[in-house]
C-alpha cells in the first residue's frame, strides 16, 4: 500500500512539474511517505528529518527553495507534533488526503506557511487522482482501504478511518487501462482487501466477483491481492482460488499468534481452528496453494505456553513465507496499556526462536521447487550483466540469464538452485517458443 500511495503521489504532482530524483540533494521537493505498523516509526521520521533539514538550508543559502513534506499514517498519527518538532516542515498530508498536495504547494507559493490536511475523506481521493498509468509488466491496484476490526495492537483503523471499497466499475476500469498498457499482473490492495464490498449500479459486489471480473480483462494473466483477513475468506473467494486460473497460488492470510487466548487479547475475531478450517477449504479448491502470514510475538500477558502454541503452530503450518515481529507499543491502541509489557529480551529471543522455524520452512520450500519448471514473470534487471530477476507464483525471486527484450514475458524456467529467499534459474525452451506465454491452470503445479 505503501509504494502504492508514493507512485500515486508522484503521479499527483506531475501536473506541477515535479518528476522523480535519484537523489535528495538537488530536489525541490522532498516527500517522506511514511507508515506507522514498524517500532519507533515517528522517531526515525524525525531522524530523517534533521537530513533533510541540512540539505533545505544548504539549498537556500545558495538561493534556491526545497519543501519538505510529510505524508502517511506517522504524519496522520503525529501531524501537529511534527510541526512543533521539526517547524522547517512545509507540508503534512494524511494518506486519505495526498490528492491535494498539487494544491498545498501552491497555497505555499502564496501563503508562505505551513500546511496541514488530515481529513479522513477516501471517495474523494480516488475520485481526484489522476489515471494510474503502467509502469511495467506489474501494477499495485487499491480496491479497499481503512479498517472496522479494531486489533488491539494496530494503529490502522485510527490513521486510515473506517473500511471504504471503491465502485467495483472504477476498479475494472482502472485495471483495463493498467492492461492496456502493458501490465500482466495485477495486486489488489487493502488494508483488508477481501473485506471488499464496493458498489455495484445500487448492490454491493464482494471480493470474488471483482477478481472474476479483474480476470476477464485481455493481458491480464496473473492476479494477488493482500492483506487479507481470515474472517473475510468466504465461500465464495475460497472457490475462485480454484476455478480462477490468473489467481496465483500464493495467499498471505496473516494468522498473528498460535494460541486462542492470544488471539481473543488480540482483538483477531478468529480462532485457530477456524483458520485451520479455511486452509483446508483452500486446499481443496486449490492443492498448490502455499501461504504466507504475519506473527507478532511479545504481546502483552503472552505466556510461555502461549508462544508454544506460536511456535506450534508455525511447524504445522509450513508457510512459505512468514513476516514476524516483536510487539511494539503504539500509543493510542488499546494493547499499549494492557498489563504484563514484556522486556525486550524476553521479546527477542521468542523472535528468534520463531524465525529459526520460519526460516527452516522457507528453505525446505524453495529447495523443493529445485528441478521444477515454474512460469516467472521477468520485471527487472539482475546485478550481473545479461541477468534478469523474476517471480514465481509464489513470489519467489529467481535470477536467470534473460536477454533484455524478454523484459515483461512469462517464461517456462527450470529452478537450478535454492537459497533462503530466492531461486536460480535456466530458461527451459528457447524464446521464441516460451515468451509472452499465458499461465495454464495447473501450471505451477
Not at 15 to 36: K, M, Q, R, V
Amino acid at each position: 500500500m505503501n509504494v502504492y500511495d508514493s507512485q500515486r503521489m508522484a503521479d499527483v504532482l506531475k501536473p506541477l512539474g515535479f518528476a522523480d530524483t535519484d537523489s535528495p540533494d538537488g530536489a525541490e521537493l522532498i516527500l517522506i511517505n511514511t507508515c506507522h505498523i514498524r517500532e519507533k516509526a515517528a522517531e526515525k521520521l524525525f531522524s530523517e528529518l534533521g537530513r533533510y533539514r541540512q540539505i533545505k538550508e544548504g539549498r537556500a543559502s545558495a538561493g534556491a527553495r526545497t519543501l519538505i513534506a510529510v505524508a502517511g499514517c506517522v504524519a496522520q498519527a503525529e501531524g501537529e507534533e511534527i510541526l512543533r518538532r521539526a517547524p522547517f516542515v512545509d507540508i503534512v498530508v494524511g494518506p486519505q488526503t495526498y490528492h491535494r498536495l498539487p494544491e498545498m504547494v501552491s497555497r505555499l507559493g502564496v501563503e508562505r506557511t505551513a500546511q496541514i490536511d488530515l481529513d479522513f475523506a477516501p471517495e474523494a481521493k480516488f475520485d481526484q487522482l489522476p489515471v494510474n498509468e503502467a509502469r511495467g509488466s506489474t501494477a499495485f491496484l487499491s480496491i479497499q482501504e481503512g479498517c472496522d476490526k479494531f486489533c488491539t495492537f494496530c494503529v490502522v483503523p485510527y490513521t486510515r478511518g473506517a473500511e471504504y471499497s471503491r465502485p467495483l466499475a472504477d476498479v475494472v476500469a482502472e485495471a483495463r487501462g493498467l492492461a492496456m498498457g502493458g501490465v500482466r499482473e495485477i495486486t489488489l490492495l487493502g488494508q483488508n482487501v477481501n473485506a471488499y464490498h464496493g458498489d455495484a449500479g445500487g448492490r454491493s459486489a464482494h471480493f470474488a466477483e471483482l477478481i472474476r471480473r479483474v480476470a476477464e480483462i485481455d493481458g491480464i494473466e496473473r492476479i494477488r491481492y493482500t492483506t487479507s483477513h481470515p474472517i473475510d475468506m468466504d465461500d465464495d473467494l475460497i472457490a475462485a482460488h480454484g476455478d480462477v486460473p490468473q489467481l496465483m497460488p500464493f495467499l498471505h492470510l496473516p494468522v498473528q499468534s498460535g494460541s486462542d487466548s492470544m488471539l481473543q487479547r488480540m482483538n483477531r475475531h478468529h480462532k485457530i481452528d477456524l483458520y485451520r478450517a479455511i486452509v483446508e477449504k483452500l486446499l481443496r479448491a486449490r492443492p498448490d496453494l502455499k501461504l504466507s502470514t504475519d506473527f507478532i510475538v511479545g504481546f502483552p500477558g503472552e505466556t510461555d505456553e502461549e508462544f508454544q502454541a506460536t511456535l506450534s503452530f508455525a511447524n504445522e503450518m509450513g508457510f512459505v513465507q512468514a513476516y514476524s515481529f516483536k510487539y511494539s507499543a503504539r500509543p493510542g491502541t488499546p494493547a499499549a496499556i494492557l498489563p504484563g509489557q514484556l522486556s525486550e529480551a524476553v521479546k527477542s529471543e521468542r523472535l528468534a526462536a520463531l524465525q529459526q522455524i520460519l526460516e527452516a520452512n522457507q528453505l525446505a520450500f524453495n529447495e523443493a521447487c529445485v528441478d521444477r519448471v515454474l512460469p516467472i514473470l521477468f520485471d527487472r534487471p539482475g546485478r550481473k550483466p545479461g541477468q534478469m530477476i523474476g517471480r514465481s507464483p509464489y513470489m519467489q525471486p529467481v535470477h536467470a540469464m534473460v536477454p533484455d527484450h524478454a523484459f515483461g514475458s512469462i517464461l517456462d524456467v527450470r529452478i537450478v538452485s535454492a537459497r533462503p529467499i530466492s531461486l536460480g534459474g535456466e530458461l527451459s525452451a528457447p524464446i521464441a517458443n516460451a515468451d509472452r506465454s499465458v499461465i495454464q491452470r495447473g501450471a505451477s503445479a
